[in-house]
Nanobody, 120 residues
Framework: QVHLVESGGGLVQAGGSLRLSCEAS????????MGWYRQVPGNERELVARFNSGGATQYADSVKGRFTISTDYAKNTAYLEMNNLKPEDTGVYYC??????????????WGQGTQVTVSS
């Protein structure tokens, strides 16, 4: 069974940087899309950045020019490089991966979430 493990959250001052990692592991599988979502208490989970296997990327307007999503296909790992962080970037960041297993079972998985706190 495929599962996701996230790392890299923490506390940083405004203007600082953090890099989140999300590693997918399990029996043979293929990833169609991976992305990062953010959730703050009382709000819905919202898209931060995502990419698909065709190479297309999508970013929330609020992070364009500051965040970069990338992937290491050999390691089945996606990264979110966050620069010039702002207090409003604070939240729990969740990794999402969509794909299918070797038996062609479709999956849509979430990581456990990692807290990012940006102090002013």
């Amino acid at each position: 069974q495929v599962h996701l493990v996230e790392s890299g959250g923490g506390l940083v001052q405004a203007g600082g940087s953090l890099r989140l990692s999300c590693e997918a592991s399990g029996p043979r599988f293929s990833i169609n899309a991976m992305g990062w979502y953010r959730q703050v208490p009382g709000n819905e989970r919202e898209l931060v950045a995502r990419f698909n296997s065709g190479g297309a990327t999508q970013y929330a307007d609020s992070v364009k020019g500051r965040f970069t999503i990338s992937t290491d296909y050999a390691k089945n790992t996606a990264y979110l490089e966050m620069n010039n962080l702002k207090p409003e970037d604070t939240g729990v960041y969740y990794c999402n991966a969509m794909g299918y297993s070797i038996s062609y079972e479709v999956f849509d998985l979430w990581g456990q979430g990692t807290q990012v706190t940006v102090s002013s």
